[in-house]
C-alpha cells in the first residue's frame, strides 16, 4: 500500500513534460480566433443599419436635414470598438497559427497527429477569414467617415 506522498508523486511523475511533451491548446482560442473578426464586421453592418436607418427616418423627402449632432460620433464609437474586437480576433488567429506550426513540427502518431493536423487545418481557415472580414472592416470604416448617412450634406 502506497502513502499519500507516494501517491502524490506518481501523480506528478504523469503529469511531467516528457509524457506531456506537446504544448497544451485551449479550443476556445481557435473559436474566438475564426470568428471573431466575423461577428465584429457583422455587428458594424447591424448596428450601423439599425443606427442610419433610425436617423435618417427623422427626415423627409420634402424636408431633408443631416443626421442628429450625436448620430457620427456614435456610428464613429461603435466602428472603433468592433474594430478594437476584429484586431483582437486577428491577434489570437495569428497566434493559433503560430502555436499550431510548432505542434505540427513534433513528431506525434495516432490521435494526436489527426488532431494536431485537424487544429492546423482550423487554424488557417481561422487566419484567412479574419483576413477576408478584416478587409470588410477597412471597408465599411473608410465608407462610415467619407459618407453621410442620409445622403445629404454635412
Known sequence: MSSPPARTQERAQQRSPQRNATPRFHPWRLLFGMSATA??????????EVLTANVCALSDAAHPQG??????????????ACFVLAV???FVSWRNLAFMRKKRRQPLQGRARRVAE?????AKIGALSNAIFMFGMIATGL????????????
Open 39 to 48: 461577428f465584429a464586421w457583422f455587428a458594424l453592418m447591424a448596428a450601423g
Open 143 to 154: 465608407a462610415v467617415a467619407m459618407l453621410s448617412p442620409c445622403g445629404g450634406a454635412w
Open 67 to 80: 443626421p442628429p449632432s450625436w448620430a457620427m460620433p456614435l456610428l464613429g464609437a461603435i466602428t472603433v
Open 118 to 122: 485537424l487544429e492546423w487545418f482550423v
Open 88 to 90: 483582437a480576433g486577428g
